[in-house]
């Protein structure tokens, strides 16, 4: 990939296809008309986020009347699926949203998607506005292939702080105090965690901390680089038995296996009291503000990095998650289609409504100097937090199903899904994936 592990990350949540331009499709057009000079653009739906991408394209279909954006939402999972057809079918939209990384690395290998270096070499300020790191999952083999944009979303464990003090117990500082606080919880009628396994990739990022907790961000790298049986690692192998453990101690909510991190049941459970803890995206800030009721306003919300574990080799300040997304401009699309991807990129995407509107969602915009906007904000704490753990990780690990191709995250993520419903054993779980290293 040309990409080192630490330099990026993955995830989100949604609720569509809707369009929200004219032009054809389903839904309510209100981004700008379709016709021949338009670009299509897909991206995710949940709210405030869509919100947000939603203006985005209205500021700068205002401003180039004659060169519009139409857009259609998609939920995740949902998105994946339908992006992947598209594209494969040569009908991709104009405006490719991703994650960047492995999936990206498989649009540039089938030539699909447009290299953007030399665009970027003319528009060095467009260049200069954006955390140098969030470039790491836009390059492959050297050439930038994305834009990226958006925001920086470390995974984040978040608690309630009622919660605890039903039980008179402190948040947990180490592994340990994790599995210490299963029996109290349950003992109360509190789900430990919140999770919406059905999803997968919820699953999968409870793997990532502990594989670098354990040991440190070498662990996947060794996959990430090809080593021959790199999940056979006997740290690799701990981690996975500590999750099953966690599993068997039920130490997630009853029937995480049925829950869609996409419908927000998820988050739900958080906040409505229903369980005590949650490892999710800092995404999710900002809907469990708008969904929540007082839960985040009333200063019920804890929030914290993943604990150390006890004997670990990694360093506790270390995250996983997305130093931003990405945007790439489908090589099929027409001059004029490109053109106006392109006035969007150095324009709306990037402007200063666009960080005042990201920070208004609870979330850390990649754009420099963003960072004097939290000062006016409600969620200045959040955001301080957030923007800390970005800037100091000695490591920010893209997101494995994002780091991997599509081809290997598909197996990845179908075998988390075994593995936490406990149908494979730890040593099944890593023969599984052994096999698809490189592919």
Known sequence: M??????????????????????????????GGG????????????????????????RHNKANPNGTIVGTTFQNDAYKTKIKTAIGAGQAPTLIWGWGGGTLRSYVQAGQVDDLTEWFDQNPAVK??????????????????????????PIVLYYDKRAFDKIGAQPPQTWGDILDLVPKFNAKGIAPFSLGGQSRWTNMMWLEFLFDRMGGPEIFQAVFDGEKD?????????????????????GFVKGFSSITADSNADQALLYTGKAAMMLHGGWTYGSMKADGGDFVSGGNLGYMNFPPIDGGKGDPGNTVGNPGQYISISSKATPEQKEIAKKFFAGALIDDTAVKEWVGTGAVPIIKGADKEFANSEDKDFLTFVYNIAVNAKSFAQSWDQALSPTAAEVLLDNIAKLFQLSISPQQFATNMNAVIGK
Do not use: H
């Open 128 to 153: 200069d506005k954006l955390f140098p790191s969030s470039f790491g999952a836009a390059t492959i083999d050297g050439k930038i292939y994305a834009m990226p944009c958006e925001t920086l979303q």
């Open 35 to 58: 016709g021949a000079n338009s670009a299509t653009y897909w991206y995710l739906s949940t709210q405030p986020q869509e919100g947000v991408r939603t203006r985005t394209i209205e």
């Open 2 to 31: 040309g990409v080192p592990l630490g330099a990026a990350l993955a995830a989100c949540g949604g609720t569509g296809p809707t369009q929200t331009g004219a032009g054809g499709g389903t839904g309510n057009a209100t981004t």
């Open 230 to 250: 790199a999940w056979s690692n006997p740290t690799a192998i701990k981690a996975l038995e500590e999750i099953q453990k966690l599993v068997k101690m039920n």
